[in-house]
């Protein structure tokens, strides 16, 4: 991949990602129920996935164990996404961009909790400058930003404290999608069984939330199906870019994602900007600089040579 089709590809994943939020609040909207939109997104994306993984000419994998991975993974994301897609309806996306765009930081604090990682004294300053940067968003919000009212909790906002676990519960996705992985699975393959798994769980959802009615479909629905072509490409550019550029580089389209996503809620929705946001959302650009800064070092440092990496570690 040339630099410039990798930059290219990071702004694109980016922009996916920061528009994702303002998708699903238009669908909200739209009055299309939560349950609707996890079984038939999911069921969409799988589709398109193994679609493009025919036209490859990469054959579908199949094990036990790459079922198992793809249930884990399922019943892992659909908790935070269901939340996701609640929250955006009662929170602005200002505010929400802001405090889900932690789940980086919150993941290495779980994978240091089980020993995953090693402790780094700058990833450990990006997890507190970015928890700093959310408490700002919720000490200092105010009633005239939008956020519907909803019981009070430790003196927080209902939604804004609901908003606050999203991040933690997609760590936990995070570090088992990481810790599960069967070997020799291909990333193509791990995006179809994850959606099936995730669409098939959900099912469960509609007769007991929402039941399928025909004179409930509305033009949502094909909004809905364009959404869905939208998170297969968004799919296809994400594993593109963990396979031939690595994380440290896919991370870096949190730095588009996230403004972007502050700037639609701003445009789209009218939802004000404060300085207080502003702040919060600089704080948390500095917290992922570091983390992605410290993630680069330590890859450095694992793929150089014996020799230099003994020099590096003695500096």
């Not at 798994?197 to 033009?219: F, K, R, T, V």
């Amino acid at each position: 991949m040339s630099p410039f089709t990798q930059l290219l590809t990071v702004l694109g994943l980016g922009a996916f990602w920061g528009f994702s939020p303002a998708l699903n609040k238009i669908l909200g909207q739209f009055g299309l129920p939560v349950s609707h939109i996890l079984v038939f997104s999911g069921l969409g994306v799988g589709l398109g996935l193994m679609l493009l993984q025919r036209l490859m000419g990469e054959r579908l994998q199949f094990s036990w164990r790459i079922l198992a991975f793809g249930l884990g993974c399922g019943v892992l994301l659909n908790i935070p996404w269901f939340g996701s897609l609640t929250v955006v309806r009662h929170v602005p996306i200002t505010i929400t961009a802001v405090i889900i765009s932690t789940s980086p930081l919150w993941t290495y604090a779980l994978a240091l909790l089980l020993r995953r990682e090693s402790a780094s004294l700058m990833r450990l300053a990006a997890l507190a400058v970015g928890f700093l940067s959310s408490l700002i968003v919720i000490v200092t919000r105010a009633p005239e930003a939008g956020i519907a009212a909803a019981p009070m909790a430790f003196g927080i906002d209902g939604w804004i404290l609901l908003t606050m676990t999203l991040p933690i519960l997609y760590a936990f996705y995070n570090v088992f999608a990481s810790m599960a992985w069967p070997k020799g699975m291909t990333a193509m393959t791990a995006g179809v069984i994850e959606s099936f798994c995730s669409a098939l769980l959900a099912l469960p959802l509609l007769p007991l939330l929402e039941p399928l009615a025909l004179s409930g479909i509305n033009s949502g629905y094909w909004l809905l199906l364009a959404a869905t072509a939208m998170w297969v490409i968004e799919r296809v550019c994400f594993f593109t870019l963990i396979q031939r550029a690595g994380p440290v580089t896919t991370v870096q389209a949190v730095y588009v994602g996230t403004p972007a996503a502050v700037v639609f809620g701003l445009v789209l929705f009218g939802e004000p900007m404060s300085l207080w946001l502003g702040i919060s959302l600089a704080l948390l650009m500095l917290a992922l600089w570091l983390n992605n800064r410290a993630l680069a070092a330590a890859r450095a440092v694992a793929t150089a040579p014996s020799e230099a990496r003994a020099t590096t570690l003695e500096t």
